[in-house]
């Protein structure tokens, strides 16, 4: 289990509101093909394995892994199948290599998500069938509830989950990949039609298409294979209940990104995050989540995320840079690709490749994804470029 583990391919596809022109599977073969590109041109047959991320649901096919191989160059290989987060498979990967089962793991992911005329009913089929799925509710007025009650326990203002929203979406400005960019001001956010109070509209991430793939290796096969290797310094995830009358500490705080945190930090030997992670890529599915998250983080004291986010701490040149990307609320939310997003982003800003949003002397970011409503799900990777 000593064994280091880095990442030495990227690829990715799609990156648009509707791809009309790509199957899921044309995207994740163009992302392949280029993650194998970057891994020095490696050849789909020598990697050892293959775990892909998906849910049937999201795909409208059942077992949908018997969909994976082909577009991955992984026939007659170990295909494993998460249907949760990809930075889960991203963890399960790591183990086959830590474990020493393999040398060289492919992790991908994707979504289709313009596939469905309506996600929203989806979601709501997989609230509690007894208490909450008989209201015929929209699901996203969990969100509404949550935020409530995040603002009530924190004495975080409305406002301040809306400046969240002007950061990232600005930020989103200078992101290629981004399809949400924008200027705003805080009226338009905190005027706009209600989602469900106090969320609006605007703080709520905008769904995404798009395919990533990032290939895995042991510290021997990574020396081999690339020259600019990203080292996984430590990984984590935990799961809270789904029911919202049992979630250990209630619906104000996020107690799954806590403990993820804590295995990664712990795995990773980081004491004090806040001085020892450069920047961080974390969900902000909706506005209130990026602060909750980076209380929940331990990136900064509980109630406090919203007042030093208004002192500039988490802007690109700011102390602690969060979410320089933009985020899902400026590039888009990839649903069970959400973790790979984050992923990407520090793996560009770690190798120096993010262009214009480019970081200065970072060596150690931080990614995080929650897997959305209604779940009470999280992962957390420490990423550096120090093995």
Known sequence: ???????????????????PDLSYREMIFEA????????????????DSFVASSEDFMEGISIADEYVPDQLGAVLKPVHSITGDSLQGLASAMMQIKTGQQ?????????????????????????????????NENPYFIAGLEMNRYLH?????????AKVVLKNRYNALKNPGACYGARLEL?????????????????????????????????????ELTDKPVWIKGIGWATD?????SRIEGMGSAVYAKLASQQAYRMADINNPFNEIDFAEIDDTFSYKELQHLEALNLCGPGEAGRLLELGCFSPDGDIPVNVSGGSLGAGYLHEANGLQRLMEVILQLRGEAGPRQLLDVETGLAFAWRGVPTATGAAAVISTRP
């Not at 326990?153 to 989950?161: F, S």
Request: proline share 5%; charged share 20%.
């Open 241 to 245: 209940t789904p029911n919202l009358d």
């Open 1 to 19: 289990m000593n064994k280091k583990v880095a990442i030495v391919g990227l690829g990715f596809s799609g990156f648009g509101t509707t791809t």
């Open 187 to 223: 009226e338009d956010v905190t005027g706009a039609p209600a989602l469900s109070y106090p969320l609006g509209i605007y703080d709520m991430s905008g769904h995404l298409d798009g395919a990533i793939v990032v290939l895995l290796a042991s510290e021997e096969r990574a020396r």
């Open 103 to 135: 040398n060289i793991v492919a992790a991908s992911a994707f979504s289709k998500v313009s596939n469905l005329s309506h996600h929203e009913h989806l979601v709501s089929y997989a609230t509690d069938p007894v208490y909450i799925r008989p209201f």
């Open 32 to 47: 392949a093909t280029r993650c194998y590109e970057d891994a020095g041109g490696i050849h789909p047959q020598a990697i």
């Open 153 to 161: 326990e924190t004495g975080t203002t409305r406002d301040q989950c």
